[in-house]
Structures are given as C-alpha cells and as structure tokens.
C-alpha cells in the first residue's frame, strides 16, 4: 500500500471540485492479516476468498491512503456499498480508487460526497459506492 502524498498538506473543502480523480492506492491480502481475520472470526477459519467483512477493510484502508493525509476531525457520515461477489484470495491485491462526486455545505458543516471502486490485478470490479464525509477544515 502506498502512503498517499504525506508531503502535501490535507486537502480543504474548497479544494474538492466534482468528478476529480483524487488518487489511488494499492492493497494486498496479505497471509498475516487473513490469519488475524480468521482468529478473529473462527466461522471464517476454512475460507479460502476475504469474506466480505475484510474486503471492507481493505477497502476502507485503500480509500484512506488513496488522498492522505486527511485533516483531524473529519468525520466519516455514511456509505453505501456495492459488492459483486468477486473477492480476493491470500497473496491477491487490488486497487482503490477514488473521485470527487459532490460537495455541499449543509448546516453549517462542509459534506463531501466521494465514489470509490475496488478493482483486483485484473481490472474486474470487486466493490464500488460512496462515502460521504463531513470535513473538517
């Protein structure tokens, strides 16, 4: 996984424009997080594909990098998720990308609403959809 460009300052609201590639990043299921997933959960112990709980997380880390740093504060609202039913096995990675959908300010709070897609080292989707994130600065 890369670290996003940690040189730059956090992106502000108003640096957010509607349908701008913010970055990506790259994620692997690697044999020591499947083993922590499994002893985590036992039902999970024979699987031989990331149940879709772990590709959340993988998810969820790669959006994290694709556009770091982020500012303290920001405050993650909501999302909606779309899995295909394809996952990834142990050794396997992927690559999450993430755009700028739509931004509002809305009660005083500035919201971003940001489209992300994991795709595996084929290019066939894995999950997509969209998190919405209240910003802090």
């Known amino acids: 996984m890369n670290a996003g460009n940690v040189d730059r300052a956090p992106l502000r609201f108003a ?9 990506a990043a790259r994620v692997t299921l690697d044999p020591e997080r499947f083993a922590r997933w499994r002893a985590l959960f036992p039902a999970a112990a024979d699987a ?5 709980g772990l590709l959340m997380a993988l998810f969820m880390s790669g959006f994290a990098e694709a556009f ?11 999302q909606t998720l779309d899995f295909t039913g394809r996952s990834l096995r142990e050794g396997e990675g992927a690559r999450i990308s993430v755009t700028c959908r739509h931004k509002e300010e809305r009660r005083g709070r500035n919201w971003v609403h940001l489209f992300a897609q994991m795709h595996d080292d084929t290019g066939a989707e894995i999950m997509s959809g969209e ?7």
């Open 68 to 78: 770091a740093p982020h500012p303290d504060g920001n405050i993650h609202a909501g």
């Open 48 to 52: 031989e594909t990331a149940p879709p």
């Open 131 to 137: 998190v919405v994130v209240i910003w802090a600065i």
């Open 15 to 23: 640096d957010f424009t509607p349908g701008a590639d913010l970055g």
